[in-house]
């Protein structure tokens, strides 16, 4: 199986900042990757897929980056909306999983 | 739009048997593979299982296989998973997720059930 590591684990930071995301992949997994959003309580919200390929109706200063094994989430401008967990998700090969997530907090 | 709701979820025995039922609306169910999401109280997301459109492409994690089955019946717009030899590991939100031409993510999700394996 694929294991999907991210780090950081935590990231304190506060609005405007510039915030990236790493997720690194045990094998290559070319640019099969996507990447959600999940805040307390409610289901993931799909933001990116195949690395960079930004899904409609969210907002422009999410991007992806990366192909292989490494890849980044970036948020240009940190906004008081974004403050949430980030998971990244593989779906190179059966079993598609998921990093452990990254909490983006208040700093 | 599309409206995902599953059902089903509940308090369960070790050892016991559960069946989850994902309701689907707004959008022509057989023409979309669907998946099964699962997140244990504070951890992250499991994907568990997958079936083709018309049920003949079924995946399963290794957590899960032989013990969950997944199935669609796509003249009520329902996605299930039957669940058997159940855990306290089990104990879990349960998602369905839409997928994307079998793409393998999952652009729309339910808002989840829970299910606990407790005595």
């Known amino acids: 199986d694929i294991q999907m590591t991210q780090s950081p684990s935590t990231l304190s930071a506060s609005v405007g900042d510039r915030v990236t995301i790493t997720c690194r992949a045990s094998?290559?997994?070319?640019?099969?990757l996507a990447w959600y959003q999940q805040k307390p309580g409610k289901a993931p919200k799909f933001l990116i897929h195949?690395?960079?390929t930004l899904e409609g109706g969210v907002p422009s200063r999410f991007s992806g980056s990366g192909s292989g094994t490494e890849f980044t989430l970036t948020i240009s401008s940190l906004q008081p909306d974004d403050f949430a967990t980030y998971y990244c998700?593989?779906?190179?090969?059966?079993?598609?999983?998921f990093g452990q997530g990254t909490k983006v907090e208040i700093k | 739009e599309v409206q995902l709701v599953e059902s089903g979820g509940g308090l369960v025995q070790p050892g016991g048997s559960l069946r989850l039922s994902c309701a689907a609306s707004?959008?022509?169910?057989?023409?979309?593979?669907m998946n099964w999401v699962r997140q244990a109280p504070g951890k992250g997301l499991e994907w568990l299982s997958y079936?083709?459109?018309?049920?003949?492409?079924?995946y399963y994690a290794d957590s899960v296989k032989g013990r969950f089955t997944i199935s669609r019946d796509n003249s009520k717009n329902s996605l299930y998973l039957e669940m058997t030899s159940l855990r306290a590991e089990d104990t879990a939100v349960y998602y369905c997720?839409?997928?994307?031409?079998?793409?393998?993510?999952?652009?729309?999700w339910g808002q989840g059930t829970l299910v606990t394996v407790s005595s």
């Open positions: 195949k690395a960079s």
């Open positions: 094998q290559s997994i070319n640019v099969w």
């Open positions: 079936i083709g459109l018309s049920g003949s492409n079924i």
């Open positions: 997720a839409r997928d994307r031409g079998a793409s393998g993510y999952f652009p729309n």
């Open positions: 998700q593989h779906y190179n090969s059966y079993p598609w999983t």
């Open positions: 707004g959008f022509t169910f057989s023409n979309y593979e």
